[in-house]
């Protein structure tokens, strides 16, 4: 007989009994049931609040979390201004009295939203550049095995030069001793020749002495002639003189420098060396844009005068032919471009003139109130409030290709800058300080865009730079101007804007020019097109250039890219 808990394994069996197949489940305790074991279920433990549904309605209910304060008591309010949930009895106590409450689902909601585009961000984005990172690394190592390989190649082989040389420089040291010996023996020999043919002729004489002697002939002894004193004179002594062999002093480091040595290796770390892979709604489904090259001479499409009544600051394109507008005054503007017309007026709600202004992915104007501490949405022609600061001033604000907003704020004392992004109405990231624990940012920083790379660009005109992180905050560069500058005058950037090509364009007030630089801050060119007082910058999809001119009131549009 098979067994029911491993057979039909497309069937969900109840977890308490493990036969029957399931069909209610505990949303509190996550737990599968047949509909016998609900009732045993209830009460095994009687302290929990369970919530039994349909198998197909699990996870359906939610799970309130418990009050830590008062037991047994579930929280459905969130207290934003102390962060914590709370409960109706914590309601009833005033301890919250005044606070800005809401409804702990639609933090919830707001939180898996948050978690839902991190989660996003982490497959899409994250996950393959660290695949493309580990990919790269044992690409190299493959690459280092390959190169040390060869390197030890190298020097075996220089080895075996050496050893060739040396065994050349033996065997000619070793001839040398043989023709030395040679030359030597040859002289001995001689010399044993001519010794040995004294001796015979000594014999020969000693013989006939012998012979006389012997003899009682007195005729042959006075015959007798004797050469003894010929043989008195010794012959010289020839002693051979060997050759020693010298062998030279072996010095490691001489040794070395003659045979070659190993420079130095390295391992070096480049902060900027990778980056992030571009995900960006704008590129979904479709592969990097077309490369675009920089026109000779830039020039200027349309005029358009705004009829603010003392200076125009800050531009946000819509679309490619309708641009939200703001500068002195409480009233946002938005104009048709082909027609030069104003379509539609915003007023903000606090009536102060909008410090900046930007465009959600979505459409819907955002806007920054310096003097409320807000950062508004406008839905509907209706102002929202997304986010309102204590201790802190909003400035500059963007939103990214994520959705999020990241703004610019200062501290009460103007003694801080931060950039905040934020999700909705919750933080998200703060990037305030380098590596090595110093500002990134003065308090005249102002302007803020999101490049192609995701980097993100402050320009900043109490440091005189354009200062730009990547997207987890970390210093890419800083671009501090060109040399020469057009009109001789200081780098004094305002607003900034992205193209499809990852430029980075900045407003220069006093040199009344437009900075452009790769994305990597290296110096590209200068427009120009006769601008006064150039302020806010913006970009379409075309790579129209937009800039408010401050003092003349005017929108002009520019055509820099072929």
């Not at 418990?66 to 914590?84: F, N, P, V």
């Not at 390197?151 to 033996?170: M, N, P």
């Not at 420098?257 to 190993?262: I, S």
């Amino acid at each position: 007989m098979m067994d029911p808990r491993t057979s039909a394994q497309d069937v969900t069996r109840c977890d308490l009994c493990e036969t029957a197949v399931v069909q209610m489940h505990c949303d509190a305790c996550l737990v599968n049931l047949c509909t016998a074991c609900v009732g045993k279920h209830m009460i095994s433990d009687e302290s929990k609040d369970h919530k039994v549904v349909k198998f197909q309605a699990r996870k359906s209910t939610p799970l309130y979390p418990g009050c830590t304060i008062h037991d047994k008591e579930r929280c459905e309010m969130y207290c934003k201004q102390c962060d914590i949930p709370v409960c109706l009895s914590c309601l009833a106590s005033k301890q919250h009295l005044g606070h800005e409450l809401s409804k702990i689902l639609q933090v919830l909601d707001e939180k898996k939203d948050i978690i839902m585009k991190e989660r996003n961000e982490l497959n899409k984005t994250i996950y393959p550049t660290y695949q493309d990172i580990a990919s790269d690394v044992q690409n190299r190592m493959n690459q280092l095995e390959k190169e040390y390989g060869d390197l030890s190649t190298t020097i075996t082989k220089h080895g075996e030069d050496w050893q060739r040389e040396i065994d050349k420089l033996v065997k000619k040291l070793k001839a040398g001793v043989d023709e030395m010996k040679n030359r030597q023996f040859r002289i001995l020999q001689k010399n044993l020749d001519e010794i040995n043919n004294t001796l015979s002729d000594i014999k020969d004489e000693i013989d006939s002495m012998e012979t006389v002697i012997d003899s009682n002939d007195l005729s042959k002894l006075i015959s007798v002639s004797s050469y003894v004193h010929t043989y008195r004179y010794l012959p010289h002594k020839i002693i051979p003189s060997l050759p020693k062999f010298i062998p030279g002093k072996m010095h490691q480091e001489e040794l070395s420098k003659m045979f070659g040595a190993l420079s130095s290796s390295s391992l070096t770390s480049d902060k900027h060396g990778y980056s992030m892979k571009t995900s960006q709604k704008s590129l979904e489904g479709g592969s990097s844009p077309p490369v675009k090259q920089l026109l000779d001479e830039p020039e200027t499409v349309t005029t358009i005068n705004t009829g603010y009544s003392s200076y125009f600051a800050n531009m946000a394109c819509l679309s490619d032919d309708e641009i939200w507008t703001s500068g002195y005054g409480s009233i946002m503007k938005l104009y048709s471009i082909s027609q030069g017309l104003l379509l539609k007026s915003i007023t903000t709600k606090s009536g102060n003139s909008p410090s900046y202004i930007a465009v959600t992915k979505s459409g819907d104007l955002v806007y920054t109130d310096y003097n409320e501490r807000t950062v508004n949405i406008v839905k509907n022609e209706k102002i929202e409030e997304v986010i309102r600061l204590q201790n802190w001033k909003p400035n500059g604000v963007y939103s990214t290709s994520y959705g999020d907003l990241v703004v610019i704020m200062y501290n009460d004392g103007n003694k801080q800058t931060k950039v905040v992004r934020y999700s909705g109405s919750t933080e998200k990231q703060t990037i305030q300080f380098d590596e090595k624990d110093k500002p990134l940012y003065t308090v005249d920083s102002r302007y803020i865009t999101e490049n192609r790379n995701l980097d993100i660009c402050v320009s900043d005109n109490g440091a005189r730079a354009v200062v730009v992180v990547n997207q987890a905050g970390k210093l890419r560069f800083r671009y501090t101007g060109h040399t020469p500058s057009p009109r001789k005058k200081p780098f004094d950037p305002r607003g900034m804007t992205t193209d499809s090509q990852s430029h980075i364009l900045t407003a220069v007030y006093f040199s009344d020019c437009v900075h452009i630089i790769d994305q990597d801050g290296q110096f590209l060119r200068y427009i120009e097109c006769g601008l006064s007082v150039p302020w806010g910058l913006c970009t379409d999809t075309n790579d129209n250039l937009f800039v408010a001119q401050f003092l003349k009131k005017q929108l002009r549009k520019i055509k820099y890219l072929k």
